[in-house]
């Protein structure tokens, strides 16, 4: 395996402070997280009338990577603990790494 592939696997994934996690009825997540994080850009650029909180819903296996990113499990124990929800779906392990970059791109989440 790569060396950046087995960086990628020992990196700690945890939930950004500024994130918050709705568990919704049908089982998936919806994060929310602020369009603006100062009290000045808030005043100055959020529209009148427009909250300051974006929300993002989760797919099945989004919302199952999302209650495994706990700041404890590296990226190689997340992957382990979705073998049952991987079951027949081409390339998951690899799809699973692009979405935690994708968060980690996105502030979401940080890693160790």
């Given at each position: ?25 049908d089982n998936l ?53 979705l073998e049952e ?28």
């Amino acid at each position: 395996m790569p060396e950046k592939i087995q960086d990628i696997l020992k990196m700690v994934p945890a939930i950004n402070e500024n994130v918050g996690t709705i568990f919704n009825d049908d089982n998936l997540i919806t994060i929310t997280y602020p369009r603006y994080t100062k009290k000045w850009q808030i005043k100055f650029l959020l529209p009148k009338g427009r909250k300051n909180e974006i929300k993002l819903d989760f797919d099945a296996n989004g919302s199952a990577v999302w209650r495994l990113i706990d700041g404890k499990r590296s990226v190689q124990d997340i992957l382990s603990d979705l073998e049952e929800v991987a079951q027949g779906q081409d390339l998951f392990d690899d799809r699973v790494v692009v979405f935690l970059q994708s968060l980690i791109q996105n502030d979401f989440i940080t890693v160790e």
